[in-house]
C-alpha cells in the first residue's frame, strides 16, 4: 500500500497542473455548495429560535375596556396557564422624514423588567424608557429616521414626543418592510399623553400540554368573575410574521445547491475522464507489469480523492465565510435578534462529505472503464475522431472540431456545466423580471390611487365629501372589518381584513373557484388559506367580531399580494361592525392630483374633520412595499448564479488545459512546421469558442424550464401569489457576454502553456 501512495503523490508532482484544476474545482464547489447548507441551517435554526426568545402567546385575550393591573385575577391560577403579561396597544400615526404619514404601533406596558410573555429587549439609550419618551423598535430607523423626536398622532394625542433609545421585538415582522413603526411607552407615559393609563391584552402562555380552548374559557371566566367583560379571544400562530418568505428562500437555496453538487460532480467526472485518457498506455503498462485491477483502481482514484480532499480542505474556510455572512444578512432582513452565525457541526460535516464523497463518485465510471480495459486497448494508439470532409474548411476550425469530437463525453460535461451555469444567470435575471411584473400587476390592477381606513366606520358620505374637497376625482366608499376565523376547537385566528367592495370593484384574479354572487359568500386570499388549514374552498367559516358572529361560505380564492384576508357581501360586514349606515374605508381616484400628494392632503383633511385614519397609502407606497418584501429573494438569486457561472467557466478551463496536455505531440508538430505562436492559440481559442457557442444555445433551452421551476417555487412556497413567468430577452444577451467574460479568462492559461510549450517537448515519446 505504501507503494501505491508513494506513486500517486508521483503522479501529482508530475502533473501540478491538472491537480491544481482538481483541486480549484472541488474547492469553488464546496465553497459553493458549503455556504448554501451552512447559510440555510443556521436560518432554519435561528428564524424559529429567535421568534421564541421573545415568548409569543399562545392565546390573547382583549378585553372590552381597559383595566387596570390591580383588578385583575391571578390567572396563573387557571389550570394549564404558565406565564401572563399585559399590554394595550394604540393604533396611530407618526411623521416619516418625507413629510408623509405612517402606521403607528404604540404598545403601553406597566412594567418592562417584568415581561415574562411578549418581551422587548433593550437595544440602545435608557431601560425602561423614561416617562415622555418612547423606544423605538429598531427596524422602524428605515421608516422614521434617527431623529431625536417624532411627530405621532393618536386619538386624543398629537404631539412631538422625544425617543429615548431603540429596542428589538423579535416577534414583530420587520418594520421597513411593513411600512410601519412600533414604539413602547410605560403606562405613565401614556396618562401623560392623554391615552389614558389602562391596559386591555392579557398575553397568555401555555404549558406544552394544555388545550387552548380549555384554558381560554377558563381565563375568559376569571375576568368576567371579576368584572371585566372580554372583547375577542385569538389563538395566533406561534411562528415568524415572514417564514413564509423564510420558506422561499430555503427552497431557492436548496434548489441552487443541488445545482452547485451537479457542476461540482460532472466537472470531477470530466477531470478522471481526462486523466484516463492522458495515462491509457501507462495503465496497460502496470497491468502487463502484474498490477492487480484493485491496484489500479486505487492508483487512478487517489489521483482524483487526494486533490478532491484538499480542495475540500480549501473549501471549507469560504463556505464557513460566506455561509455566515449571508445568514447574517438574512437575519438582518429578517429582523432576528442577536442570532448565532455558528452553523451544526454535523450538517458541516455532512456538506464536505458530500462535496468530497459525490465528485469521486462521479469520476468512478471513467476510471472503472480504465481497469477493466485489456492490455491491448491500453496500448492501442487512440483514434481522434473519424474524417471531417467539406466542413469546416478552416485548418484551425478543422483541427478544433476533430479535438472535440475526440472526447465526446468530456465536451459533453463542459457544455453541461456551462449551460447550467448560464441558465442559471439567465434565470435571475427573469426571476427578477417576473417579481417585479408581480408588483407592477398588484399596482396595475388598482382602479384607485390612494387607499384609506379609518379607526372607526363613519358617514361614508362625510368621508367621500373630504375626499372630494382635497382634489381626489372620484372615492368610493369600501365595507371594511377586523374579525378572527373561529377554528373547530373553539379558538379563533388573529384578525384578518373582512372587506366588502363597492359595486363596480375589478376583482383580483380567481384562482380557484368562482367570485361572489351574494352576500353570504366569501372569497380569500391565498396567503389566508396558506396560513391557516380550517380556511379552504368550500368551507363555511364563523366570524367574529366585537358586535357579532356571522357565518360564510368560502366559493373562491384569489391572488393577490396583501396580508391575509377576505371579501364578502355588505351584510357580513355590518353584522360585523353592528353599523350598516357607517363605513371604515374608501379608496380615491387621484385624477390631475399627483397619488402621494393627494394622500397627506386627504389625511390632515381628515384628521381635521374629525376622522382618525390608521392607514393611507398611495400606489408609490404600495409598490415600495412590496418590491421591499421581495428584495431579499433577488440578491440571493444573484449570489448563487454567480456562483453557478464560476464552476462552469471552471469547468471550461480544465478541458482545454486538459485537451492541451493530450495534444502536446500535435502543438509540437504545428511548431515544427513553421507554426506561429498565434496559430497555436487560435487552435485553443477556437476549441474554447465552439464548446462556448454550444453552451449558450443549451443554456438558452434550459432557461426555460429552469426559470420556470424557480417560479414555481416561489409562487407554492413562500409568497403564496402566483408569479407570471416573464422571459427577458436580455438575458441571453446578458449572459453572452458574461460568457464571453468567461471564456476569455478560462481560455488564457491553457493557450498560455500551447504557446509556451517546446518543440522538443512536444515531439518527445510517451
Not at 409569543?56 to 383588578?71: D, I, K, M, R, S
Not at 453557478?644 to 469547468?651: D, E, I, N, P, T
Not at 409568497?719 to 476569455?744: E, F, I
Request: net charge positive.
Amino acid at each position: 500500500m505504501r507503494g501505491l501512495l508513494l506513486k500517486i503523490v508521483a503522479d501529482l508532482r508530475h502533473a501540478p497542473g491538472r491537480a491544481g484544476v482538481l483541486v480549484a474545482a472541488v474547492a469553488v464547489a464546496t465553497a459553493c455548495l458549503g455556504a448554501m447548507t451552512v447559510a440555510s441551517a443556521v436560518l432554519r435554526r435561528e428564524v424559529p429560535q429567535s421568534f421564541l426568545a421573545a415568548v409569543p402567546p399562545h392565546v390573547v385575550v382583549t378585553t372590552a375596556a381597559p383595566f387596570h393591573t390591580a383588578q385583575l385575577p391571578d390567572l396563573s391560577q387557571v389550570q394549564g396557564v404558565a406565564a401572563v403579561t399585559t399590554r394595550r396597544l394604540v393604533r396611530g400615526r407618526v411623521r416619516s422624514p418625507d413629510g408623509s404619514w405612517r402606521p403607528l404601533l404604540l404598545f403601553v406596558v406597566e412594567d418592562f423588567d417584568d415581561l415574562p410573555v411578549s418581551r422587548v429587549v433593550p437595544d440602545t439609550g435608557a431601560w425602561p424608557p423614561p416617562e415622555g419618551t418612547l423606544a423605538l423598535e429598531r427596524s422602524a430607523l428605515p421608516v422614521v429616521g434617527s431623529a431625536d423626536s417624532l411627530h405621532v398622532r393618536a386619538v386624543g394625542l398629537d404631539a412631538h414626543v422625544r425617543v429615548s433609545g431603540t429596542v428589538h421585538d423579535g416577534s414583530v415582522a420587520p418594520a421597513w418592510q411593513d411600512d410601519n413603526a412600533p414604539v413602547f411607552v410605560t403606562t405613565r407615559t401614556a396618562r401623560a399623553w392623554g391615552l389614558g393609563a389602562g391596559l386591555d391584552e392579557v398575553r397568555l402562555l401555555l404549558h406544552d400540554d394544555a388545550v387552548p380552548a380549555e384554558v381560554s374559557a377558563g381565563v375568559v371566566g376569571a375576568l368576567r368573575d371579576s368584572g371585566i367583560d372580554v372583547l375577542r379571544v385569538e389563538a395566533p400562530l406561534r411562528r415568524h410574521p415572514h417564514q413564509d418568505h423564510v420558506d422561499a428562500l430555503l427552497a431557492l437555496v436548496s434548489v441552487f445547491g443541488a445545482v452547485a453538487l451537479v457542476l461540482a460532480a460532472l466537472l470531477t467526472a470530466n477531470l478522471a475522464a481526462s486523466r484516463v485518457a492522458l495515462h491509457r498506455r501507462e495503465v496497460a503498462v502496470m497491468k502487463s507489469l502484474g498490477a492487480r485491477s484493485w491496484q489500479v483502481a486505487v492508483v487512478l482514484l487517489g489521483f482524483v480523492a487526494l486533490p478532491a480532499a484538499i480542495g475540500v480542505l480549501l473549501g471549507v474556510g469560504p463556505a464557513l465565510a460566506l455561509g455566515r455572512a449571508f445568514a447574517g444578512m438574512a437575519a438582518e432582513q429578517l429582523n432576528l435578534g442577536d442570532p448565532s452565525l455558528a452553523p451544526p457541526g454535523s450538517v458541516v460535516l455532512a456538506a464536505l462529505s458530500i462535496c468530497w464523497g459525490v465528485p469521486v463518485a462521479a469520476a468512478g465510471p471513467p476510471l472503472w472503464r480504465a481497469v477493466r480495459a485489456s492490455v491491448a486497448e491500453g496500448l492501442r494508439p487512440a483514434v481522434a475522431s473519424a474524417r471531417i470532409r467539406g466542413w469546416p474548411r478552416s485548418p484551425r476550425a478543422a483541427l478544433a472540431l476533430r479535438s472535440l469530437l475526440a472526447r465526446p463525453a468530456r465536451v459533453l460535461g463542459t457544455v453541461v456545466c456551462l449551460a447550467v451555469g448560464g441558465a442559471a444567470l439567465m434565470t435571475t435575471v427573469n426571476v427578477q423580471r417576473s417579481l417585479e411584473a408581480v408588483v407592477q400587476a398588484e399596482v396595475a390592477k388598482r382602479a384607485d390611487d390612494v387607499e384609506v381606513r379609518l379607526q372607526r366606520p363613519a358617514d361614508p358620505a362625510a368621508m367621500v365629501a373630504v375626499a372630494l374637497g382635497e382634489g381626489a376625482a372620484s372615492a368610493a366608499p369600501w365595507g371594511l372589518a377586523l374579525a378572527s376565523v373561529v377554528r373547530a376547537d373553539g379558538t379563533a385566528t388573529s384578525r384578518v381584513a373582512v372587506q366588502s367592495p363597492p359595486a363596480g370593484f375589478a376583482p383580483p384574479q380567481v384562482v380557484r373557484g368562482r367570485w361572489l354572487r351574494s352576500s353570504e359568500e366569501a372569497v380569500v386570499n391565498r396567503v389566508l388559506v396558506s396560513r391557516h388549514p380550517e380556511v379552504a374552498l368550500g368551507r363555511t367559516l364563523v366570524l367574529r367580531a366585537p358586535a357579532g358572529r356571522r357565518r360564510v361560505r368560502v366559493v373562491g380564492v384569489v391572488d393577490e399580494v396583501a396580508p391575509p384576508g377576505l371579501y364578502t357581501g355588505p351584510a357580513v360586514v355590518a353584522a360585523l361592525t353592528g353599523d350598516a349606515e357607517r363605513m371604515a374605508a374608501m379608496r380615491l381616484v387621484a385624477g390631475a392630483t399627483e397619488p402621494s400628494r393627494l394622500a397627506t392632503a386627504v389625511e390632515q383633511a381628515l384628521v381635521q374633520a374629525g376622522f382618525f385614519p390608521l392607514l393611507v397609502m398611495d400606489v408609490r407606497q404600495l409598490g415600495n412595499a412590496i418590491a421591499e418584501h421581495l428584495g431579499i429573494l433577488l440578491a440571493v438569486l444573484g449570489a448563487l448564479s454567480l456562483g453557478s457561472v464560476a464552476v462552469g467557466g471552471l469547468s471550461l478551463a480544465t478541458m482545454l488545459s486538459a485537451s492541451v496536455l493530450e495534444r502536446t505531440r500535435e502543438i509540437g508538430i504545428v511548431k515544427a512546421v513553421g507554426g506561429t505562436s498565434g496559430t497555436v492559440a487560435g487552435l485553443v481559442v477556437a476549441e474554447g469558442a465552439t464548446v462556448a457557442g454550444i453552451a449558450w444555445v443549451a443554456s438558452v433551452a434550459l432557461m426555460v424550464p429552469l426559470s420556470a421551476l424557480v417560479v414555481r417555487v416561489l409562487s407554492e412556497h413562500g409568497l403564496n401569489v402566483t408569479v407570471p413567468l416573464v422571459m427577458d430577452p436580455t438575458a441571453p444577451v446578458v449572459w453572452a457576454v458574461a460568457l464571453v467574460l468567461v471564456g476569455a479568462v478560462a481560455v488564457w492559461l491553457p493557450a498560455r502553456r500551447a504557446v509556451r510549450q517546446p518543440v522538443h517537448e512536444g515531439m518527445r515519446l510517451e
